[in-house]
């Protein structure tokens, strides 16, 4: 069930008017069957294996509670890690894992006849298996106490807002609010409605439009050259953080629907003044779940200064991997750890002025730098990245031709570059003026006849120019 769906578009005021219909005490079932209804929608097969994953960190994290020897819980933690892990392995990476040992047997002349397993990718696998994960890691360090509410606990991992995209939600957010009283409030339900039309926007004007040229390029690589390459690349990176943080602002607002607040997942990335910054503005949720459970625990930055390099780089390996079975994810992954390691040897962490000449010209660089590592992200191979990057500059000696070849070739002319320009500066003006202030809340409170003029703009800007086409979110497949 896509958020951009009639189906959602039912979905979701039945659950709404559900939950707010009901008692307090009966809230919690709301949302336990209405995530699991959602999350069945999806293939009601794989309902087994959040449920699997749901009652081994339940169980873990009661019997991790109710002893004090330190060997006995780490062999508990291992168990759980283990099996979550484990069945995240099997589906995400069994077949990725195959192939590259069948190629370094066969470079040592030992033959294997890998097995190919043709499996669905359970939708958000990733994202519940983390936050299950750092659930039962809490409660093995003491920060947080075992829910012993099964109901509730597994309405907190399977709140299906978030679900199959994120937030990554830690339990000491969530889980409270689950179990709270809640009494409907109207400004957060109508900030929540607010936030949902950006996201909206986001997903439908910009990342939908904007896949069609991206695919058509990207796709078949091999068939274009020069200005064309480029300009792909760069509407693959506004497709990719409009689809993700739409994705993560329908979550959010949909949450405050239920006078739930989900934590905040992107903060305008892209007017970072460095790749350390950017991750501390990009997919946050994630960012900050690799900082706690994987970087600091490698020993971050107390073991001097090349460990530390070097646990920057291994994290963002493992980020990269968690995003998908390919070494294009791994390579991306890389370059973000690697420039971050630059970054500190170079900038030793003193950071531009906001606004200042400087900054401006970091900001610029740094989007520079993200478009270029995310030819590997999309890339449908390492060798289809390489193809791109040797040809994004052919032609360029003729730089008249090298442009207007390059906007011939993807599809854009003057008719229909201006909406998607006009799509990309609103987007500017966002995400700019967010760095100050919330946008919303100052819209909101603005004249009547102003504001509601500009809600009305924004509504007949997305019927109008909204891709036709009903596209899943990009990181449903992660």
Partial sequence: MLFNSLSFAIF??????LYWTFPHRFRWMILLIASYYFYMSWNIKYVVLILATTIVSYGTALLLEKTDNLKYKRALLALAAAISLGILFFFKYFN???ENI????NAFAIQLHPTTLKLLLPVGISFYTFQTLSYVIDVYRGTISAEHHFGKYAAFISFFPQLVAGPIERTSNLLPQIKAEHHFDYDKASYGMKLMVWGFFKKLVIADVFAGYVDAIYNTPHAFKGFSLVLATFLFTFQI??????????????AKLLDIDLMQNFNSPYFSASIKE??????????TWFRDYVYIPLGGNRKGKLRTYLNLILTFFVSGLWHGANWTYVIWGGIHGLLQVIEKVIFKNTPARRFSLRWFLQVI????LCSFAWIFFRANTLAEANLIIANLFYGCSNPVRYFLNGFYDI??????IMIPAISLFILGLYDFFSLKTDVIRWISSRHIVVRYSIYFA??????????STEAAFVYFQF
Avoid at 102 to 105: D, E, F, K, R
Avoid at 278 to 287: A, E, G, K, Y
Avoid at 365 to 368: G, I, P, S, T
Avoid at 458 to 467: A, E, G, Q, T, Y
Wanted: aromatic content about 22%.
């Fill in 365 to 368: 660089l740094v989007f520079f």
């Fill in 278 to 287: 950017f991750w501390s503005r990009w997919h946050i949720s994630l960012s």
């Fill in 458 to 467: 924004m509504l007949v800007f997305i019927m109008l120019f909204k891709s």
């Fill in 411 to 416: 599809g854009l002319s003057m008719e229909t």
């Fill in 12 to 17: 979701l005021p039945v659950v709404f008017i």
């Fill in 241 to 254: 953080y409009c689809d993700f943080s739409g994705y993560s602002d329908i979550a959010i607002g949909c």
């Fill in 96 to 98: 990725f894992f195959q």
């Fill in 102 to 105: 069948t190629v370094i047997l």
